[in-house]
């Protein structure tokens, strides 16, 4: 028997929409992310569902996730010569969904590794990967790796989408702590994709462009204050934030606090705030338990990057 754990990932970061993402972790160990465990069984396939979110999950088995990844991997091996092997499937949703902290895309990661690493992985990352965004993509609207790149392969990950690669990673700074505070409200994905404009403006189209390379270039170079001051989204916050509670005020309040950058985690509700140092981050995730969190399903984790991403569990 083989259980995977596939963590949480921030996309966007506020100055790479569609294109930046990060695996996240709670620094006191606790895990948050989904776990898929997969086991032989004598004939067929069988999927079962647990965990605390399981009753937020489509009552019908076949539009949960994880079956159409079983049923996609089986396809796409049936195109090798290869069959997939009678297996039960059993997810562990953990994730709140439609909470901006790629829910989805935990399901879909940790099962198809699950299934790779059950068949002696005939799939290399990248065409493992590509599954991935068609799975996310049946869900969101349209493919974004977002999510489902650092969930899998750990780290802040930029999608590059070319020369072979989806995505490859960038240096990060291992100083800072992220205060991710989820309110307990649900905001879906497509919905707030639907919602941004179709086009933007020539000097939305230069300010992004001019943060995200200033980012990167940051990134690269070690400047924190550079890449905290570039982390503005001219994309997506403005139209999204009045889906958020009190987001402009509480954005406010975590600058005074100390926060470097405050911003929409995903597609929100959960709101991502950056500190230099813990005493910050405690103060912060103080403040959002108090400001931010709706109802008893809302919960705050200061977080570290989490390098390793998908991995089995001992
Ligand atoms: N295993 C799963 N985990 C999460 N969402 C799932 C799963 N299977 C199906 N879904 C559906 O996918 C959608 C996920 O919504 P979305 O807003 O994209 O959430 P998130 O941003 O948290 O990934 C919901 O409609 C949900 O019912
Ligand atoms: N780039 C996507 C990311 C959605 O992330 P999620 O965690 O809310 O699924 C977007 O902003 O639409």
Redesign the pocket.
Known sequence: MLRIYAPA????ISVG??TL?AAISPIDGSLLGDVVQIEDIPAGFELESAGYFVRKLPKEPQKNIVYQAYVLFSERLKLRNGHVKPLRLTLEKNMPI????????CSIVAALVALNTFHNEPFSKMELLEMMGELEGRI?GSI?Y??VAPCYLGGVQLMVQSLGNICQQLPFFDSWYWVLAYPGIE?S?AE??AILPKSYTRQDVIAHGRHLGSFVHACHTQQDVLAALMMKDVI?EPYRESLLPNFAEVKQASRDLGALATGI????PTIFSIAPDLAVATKLANYLENHYLQNNEGFVHICKVDNQGTRALG
Request: a negative charge; hydrophobic letters at 25%; aromatic letters at 4%.
């Open positions: 990932s921030s996309a966007n929409f569609d993402g439609g909470s901006g902290l790629g829910s989805s895309a969101s974004h977002d999510n905001v994905t707030a994709r997506a985690s995903g597609s929100g």
